[in-house]
């Protein structure tokens, strides 16, 4: 299964941009998607992650300011990012698990978001 990711970018400081996850399988939904990212020297970590039950979880740090969506039947994810700050310039990389079996994970390549003025 093949993940891309599309909408990153360079914006201000206070702007926003809106990342779109496909996934190559439609047969088969994901029982989790997500985002995660990694900026430069640091690990990766989870900024958003949703179930196939709907339920949602957000780091701490973006709550408030990030919304994630998904359409099940298509197994795509959206993560809608507002009030963008320097701080959260990384790597965002979607993620998906469990549609074949619990121990499934899939990540895209990534795509480069940076807010700077």
């Known amino acids: 299964v093949q993940l891309v990711e599309s909408g990153g970018g360079l914006v201000e400081p206070g702007g926003s941009l809106r990342l779109s996850c496909v996934a190559s399988e439609s047969r088969f939904s994901f029982v989790g998607m997500g985002w995660y990212r990694q900026a430069p020297g640091k690990q990766r970590e989870l900024v958003a992650e949703?179930?196939?039950?709907?339920?949602?979880n957000y780091s701490d740090s973006v709550k408030g300011r990030f919304t994630i969506s998904r359409e099940n039947a298509e197994n795509t994810v959206y993560l809608q990012m507002n009030d963008l700050k320097p701080e959260g310039k990384a790597v965002y990389y979607c993620n998906g698990r469990g549609i074949f079996s619990m121990g499934d994970d899939y990540w895209g390549p990534g795509t480069q978001v940076t807010a700077t003025s």
């Open positions: 949703t179930t196939s039950s709907g339920s949602i």
